[in-house]
T-cell receptor
Framework: NAGVTQTPKFRVLKTGQSMTLLCAQD?????MYWYRQDPGMGLRLIHY???????AKGEVPDGYNVSRLKKQNFLLGLESAAPSQTSVYFC?????????????FGPGTRLTVL | QKEVEQDPGPLSVPEGAIVSLNCTYS??????FMWYRQYSRKGPELLMY????GNKEDGRFTAQVDKSSKYISLFIRDSQPSDSATYLC????????????FGDGTTLTVKP
């Protein structure tokens, strides 16, 4: 099992450009999440999904959109990138184990917006 | 005020020391308490989880939850340089769509 994979690993954008980050999981998990991690601010939830075809806003959703057309994939889009979106983005998935929802994280995407 | 507050660190200890990492929280609905370890430039990985109050031990690691005080701890015995990482506490309620609330993390360095 590959677990959770993210594409791309690194990206540099200019202000105003758009891009899509792809997350894929092979654990048949229902729940998927997108976080951003900035120095000193921990993990902040951007959007999440509780199943195929569903999405919901997290703590910091502005400037981002998501889609979950297939159960195994969760896409994060930036329509018009801003320097404030420079961050490390993590995708995670979770499934009920019978005792808890354990989140499995991908390796991250480092995004720089100039 | 944040729902989860974590001792900020950074923490630097000599090899073999006992390490204590701590978080406090304000939401009484939290039932599940997790500790994640994150190595530099990697994604977090689950280290331990506990349900409700009590202790849980796994090798050199012990997770402790005191719901009455809304306080959780992770103890690392005989710390090793390979334990050098950022440790994140996380908490969730049962009916929370699997969402966890994370602390900001404590960076630990274990010096040989």
């Amino acid at each position: 099992n590959a677990g959770v994979t993210q594409t791309p690993k690194f990206r540099v954008l200019k202000t105003g450009q758009s891009m899509t980050l792809l997350c894929a999981q092979d654990m048949n998990h229902e729940y998927m999440y997108w976080y951003r991690q900035d120095p000193g601010m921990g993990l902040r939830l951007i959007h999440y999904s509780v199943g195929e075809g569903t999405t919901a806003k997290g703590e910091v959703p502005d400037g981002y959109n998501v889609s979950r057309l297939k159960k195994q994939n969760f896409l994060l889009g930036l329509e018009s990138a801003a320097p404030s979106q420079t961050s490390v983005y993590f995708c995670a998935s979770s499934g009920w184990t019978g005792t808890t929802d354990t989140q499995y994280f991908g390796p991250g995407t480092r995004l720089t917006v100039l | 005020q944040k729902e989860v507050e974590q001792d900020p660190g950074p923490l630097s200890v000599p090899e073999g020391a006992i390490v204590s990492l701590n978080c406090t929280y304000s939401n009484s609905a939290f039932q599940y308490f997790m500790w994640y370890r994150q190595y530099s430039r990697k994604g977090p990985e689950l280290l331990m989880y506990t349900y409700s109050s009590g202790n849980k031990e796994d090798g050199r690691f012990t997770a402790q939850v005191d719901k009455s005080s809304k306080y959780i701890s992770l103890f690392i015995r005989d710390s090793q340089p390979s334990d050098s990482a950022t440790y994140l506490c996380a908490m969730s309620g049962r009916t929370n769509a699997g969402k966890s609330t994370f602390g900001d993390g404590t960076t630990l360095t274990v010096k040989p």
